[in-house]
């Protein structure tokens, strides 16, 4: 087996994993972590992609939900800490990487000559 289908064989196990997971959540799970989804089955085949892709977080969310072991009052509490440091780090960044670019920017050599790569005869035509 080469690497290729390694991978290949490696996708469709999650990609089944993740049908089968799909099926149950959003058949039986949905209602039970969400009372506003009951009766919204034209929403939920829409979320089969997501699921079949993301399935060990939503199997992580659900458990977090049905044995009620998240404390919303720290459920953004990280985020919030950090937006005040990624607000400052990001404009840096960013002026940082834009001088960088001007600075090592190549230049033309000046002793090479232009090269036309169609006959003029080509180009009207």
């Given amino acids: 087996m080469n690497q290729a289908e390694a991978i290949l064989l490696g996708l469709r196990i999650w990609a089944s994993i993740g ?3 799909a099926a149950i959540f959003l058949t039986i799970g949905m209602d039970r972590i969400d009372e506003d989804a009951k009766g919204a089955y034209i929403f939920r085949v829409l979320l089969i992609p ?5 399935w060990p977080l939503v ?3 659900w458990y977090v939900y049905e044995t009620n072991a998240e404390v919303l009052e720290r459920r953004y509490a990280p985020p919030r800490k950090a937006h005040f440091a990624v607000g ?6 960013i002026a940082l990487i834009i001088l960088t670019g001007l600075n090592i920017r190549q230049t033309w050599p000046a002793d090479i000559e232009p090269v036309r790569l169609a006959a003029p005869s080509e180009v009207t035509q």
């Fill in 50 to 54: 997501g699921v079949v892709v993301i």
């Fill in 19 to 21: 049908a089968i997971i």
């Fill in 88 to 93: 400052m780090i990001l404009p840096i960044g």
């Fill in 59 to 61: 199997l992580w969310r």
